[in-house]
T-cell receptor
């Protein structure tokens, strides 16, 4: 298996633009997580899905952030409109067993 | 609510020396505990896990960790550190129910020759 695949690896966008991050989880995994990592706040769980259903989105910072998982092999995290404070590395992870998450390589987002 | 504390932000050890990274957790029931490692520019990789049973667990790359319920700790150890072990290490706790994982703030390990 290729592991968790995230795209793009790097994204630079202007403030106010819409940004969409994409994730393909490992086949057969039933949970998917979106994390954000910054120097100031560390690793934050934004949202996680179980069997394509959002279970906990309490970590989503505000209404500008939304996530979808239309099927077991694809998820998106959208920021609209983007702001400079959204600059971070965004990780997608998937798992089958509790806590055993497999992480993608991340998307480094820069909002200027 | 579950939480994890890693008291050491940064640790420096000499190559070949032993290593212990500290982790304390807060959780109402018996937790699922994990250590992850993150190399620069990479995602996190699972090193080892504790669910139940033997309190000393072995992981990849020669790491081990010991669960001590009385101290609410799950410290990571390695008898002899290699330069390639330089990375950031995260302790994590999971509720087990819906697989929500909470990570600590991380400990950055520097290895000097």
């Amino acid at each position: 298996d290729a592991g968790v695949i995230q795209s793009p690896r790097h994204e630079v966008t202007e403030m106010g633009q819409e940004v969409t991050l994409r994730c393909k989880p490992i086949s057969g995994h039933n949970s998917l997580f979106w994390y954000r990592q910054t120097m100031m706040r560390g690793l934050e769980l934004l949202i996680y899905f179980n069997n394509n259903v959002p279970i906990d989105d309490s970590g989503m910072p505000e209404d500008r952030f939304s996530a979808k998982m239309p099927n077991a092999s694809f998820s998106t995290l959208k920021i609209q409109p983007s702001e400079p404070r959204d600059s971070a590395v965004y990780f997608c992870a998937s798992s089958l067993a509790p806590g055993e998450a497999f992480f993608g390589q991340g998307t480094r987002l820069t909002v200027v | 609510a579950q939480s994890v504390t890693q008291p050491d932000i940064h640790i420096t050890v000499s190559e070949g020396a032993s290593l212990e990274l500290r982790c304390n957790y807060s959780y109402g029931a018996t937790p699922y505990l994990f250590w992850y490692v993150q190399s620069p520019g990479q995602g996190l990789q699972l090193l080892l896990k504790y669910f139940s049973g033997d309190t000393l667990v072995q992981g990849i790359k020669g790491f081990e960790a010991e669960f001590k319920r009385s101290q609410s700790s799950f410290n990571l150890r390695k008898p002899s550190v290699h330069w390639s072990d330089a990375a950031e290490y995260f302790c994590a706790v999971c509720s087990g129910g819906y697989q929500k994982v909470t990570f600590g703030t991380g400990t950055k390990l520097q290895v000097i020759p």
